[in-house]
């Protein structure tokens, strides 16, 4: 967890929200199965899934909670201001005062949702908050008296109403704003001297049939929301895990299984795009590596040490690369091919010199090959040029198979570039 995360019975929030992470672990996976996998009514988030629900939620639910407070504010003034006008100035000035308590609680409630904190200090400001400003509406028609009395707890009710409907706030803040709403509305009637205290209660009473479903309301609101959360956050793990799988498939269908190595679809892939790329090297060179006897050392040593060998010389030839651009492929059976860009002739033929001595160096067992008791390597090189060579991708391999198989005529175990056919091959 972030240093700067403030941690309050065991549950965190962070200093800046963060996104939901792309893999979740299992035990979060399985916890989020069992709740979809329960009756909705049921569904109950704690530890870790509160904490990304609170995360994910936190923006949405700050803006909510500010903008809220800004109307409550404007609505305040607008209603005075209109009282001032319509009504007699001995009748506004009761109302002053109290009104007056409104807009500073609304004010430092929005300044404490513009930043995330603990969540029970989010509770502290917003069950404080709007009980003041709750506080400040009963007092404007208690002040005044006469037809405002009532008016203004009935209006009372209806904010606390409003309020535990739109924000998206857990349960036991909405059940502790009904509860102080009503408290206030029956503190304030028992004091009525317009009606009898039946009357007070009974009105109460009736009111918090209303207040009850709008709890019942903001209660199956909170649990449709984690539901939907929940939705997200197994849609997301299965994403990733689908994801996974088809870079795990595009991965085995361009690599070889045996040697690691890219095989041909990906080599012959990897040569047209660098052939295609404008602004890629000039000059390319192609190797076109076989291992000598091959066959012979099936035969004598078995598949398994044939297998064996593969690995070992795709090991080497990987190894006598110049960096990632360098590329080499199993391109069938005992052969492979390597790609150059950027390499003249000198170059290539200089890599397939390296190539051709180090699995000669390796000395991998071959004891019936006709070149000498070890593994041995044929290497074809052929190269090309921008501006001076038209050839194309499969003209390039062409040269490079044919150059191998002057490198087979003469002898085995060497290198040979393509044209160099009255000249000696190089060792």
């Not at 995360?5 to 199965?33: C, F, N, W, Y």
């Not at 539901?227 to 299965?238: H, M």
């Amino acid at each position: 967890m972030d240093a700067k995360q403030t941690k309050t019975d065991g549950k965190s929030v962070g200093a800046h929200p963060r996104k939901l992470p792309q893999r979740l672990s299992a035990e979060i996976i399985e916890e989020v199965e069992r709740q979809l996998g329960g009756r909705t009514r049921d569904i109950r988030l704690n530890g870790e899934l509160a904490y990304l629900f609170r995360e994910r939620s936190w923006p949405q639910a700050s803006k909510i909670i500010r903008a809220w407070m800004a109307w409550v504010i404007v609505l305040d003034v607008l209603a005075l201001g209109l009282n001032a006008i319509l009504l007699p100035i001995e009748t506004v000035e009761p109302m002053l005062l109290p009104a007056a308590i409104l807009p500073p609680a609304a004010i430092v409630t929005e300044i404490a949702f513009r930043k995330p904190l603990a969540p029970w200090q989010h509770g502290v400001f917003l069950l404080s908050g709007v009980f003041l400003i709750l506080l400040s509406v009963a007092l404007v028609g208690v002040n005044t008296g006469g037809e405002f009395y009532e008016r203004h707890l009935t209006i009372m009710l209806f904010v606390a109403v409003t309020a535990i409907v739109i924000f998206p706030m857990p349960l036991s803040w909405a059940i502790a704003m009904a509860a102080y709403a009503l408290g206030i509305y029956l503190t304030f009637q028992l004091r009525n001297p317009d009606i009898a205290v039946g009357s007070a209660i009974a009105g109460t009473l009736f009111f918090t049939g209303g207040v009850a479903a709008t709890v019942v309301a903001r209660r199956t609101a909170i649990i449709l929301a984690q539901k939907t959360f929940l939705l997200e956050l197994r849609d997301r793990n299965r994403l990733a895990d689908l994801t996974d799988a088809n870079t795990r498939l595009e991965l085995l269908a361009r690599t070889d299984p045996l040697t690691g190595v890219a095989n041909r679809r990906s080599m012959m892939d990897a040569l047209q795009r660098c052939w295609k790329d404008e602004q890629g090297a000039n000059a390319i060179a192609m190797l076109m590596c076989d291992v000598d006897d091959f066959k012979r050392l099936n035969d004598n040593l078995g598949h398994a040490e044939g297998d064996r060998c593969l690995v070992k010389v795709a090991g080497i030839i990987q190894s006598s690369m110049r960096d990632e651009q360098d590329q080499v492929a199993r391109y069938g059976g005992e052969e492979f091919l390597v790609l150059l860009p950027g390499a003249d002739d000198r170059i290539a033929r200089s890599i397939a010199a390296t190539i051709r001595s180090r699995v000669e160096a390796a000395s991998l067992p071959n004891p019936t090959s006709r070149v000498m008791p070890y593994i041995t390597v044929s290497i074809g090189v052929a190269t090309a040029s921008r501006d001076g060579d038209r050839a194309s991708a499969e003209d390039l391999q062409r040269r490079a198979d044919a150059a191998l198989y002057l490198a087979k005529e003469k002898g085995r175990n060497c290198v040979v570039s393509y044209g160099d056919k009255n000249d000696q091959a190089m060792k």
